[in-house]
């Protein structure tokens, strides 16, 4: 059974830095699309970045440039990097995972990790 658990969620500073990791079990994680999303409170859910088998990735536009996706394949585990902090990047930040092919259909993404906090103070 696919599993996906996040970790790495903290409260910080705005200008800060957070590394989430994901890691997948019972799937290779790899041979999927991945992706992070992330919903603050009283907000709908928010795509935040994806990255494709062939580790090409794509970011919303308000975190591009400082957030980073990035995965291990040996180690089944998705990351990512978060840095320049902002407010409005705090959220409860999820994993996800659809079948290879196109990563931009967003609402095939059917598995997911149960989420990390992230909180940032001005």
């Known amino acids: 059974q696919a599993q996906l658990v996040e970790s790495g969620g903290d409260s910080v500073q705005a200008g800060g830095s957070l590394r989430l990791s994901c890691t997948a079990s019972g799937f290779s994680a790899g041979s999927y699309c991945l992706a992070w999303f992330r919903q603050a409170p009283g907000t709908d859910r928010e795509w935040v970045t994806f990255i494709d088998t062939n580790s090409r990735t794509n970011y919303a536009n308000s975190v591009r440039g400082r957030f980073t996706i990035s995965k291990d394949n040996a180690k089944n585990t998705l990351y990512l990097q978060m840095n320049k902090l902002k407010p409005e990047d705090s959220a409860m930040y999820y994993c996800?995972?659809?079948?290879?092919?196109?990563?931009?259909?967003?609402?095939?993404?059917?598995?997911w990790g149960q989420g990390t906090q992230v909180t940032v103070s001005s």
């Open positions: 996800a995972a659809k079948g290879a092919g196109d990563c931009w259909r967003l609402s095939l993404y059917n598995s």
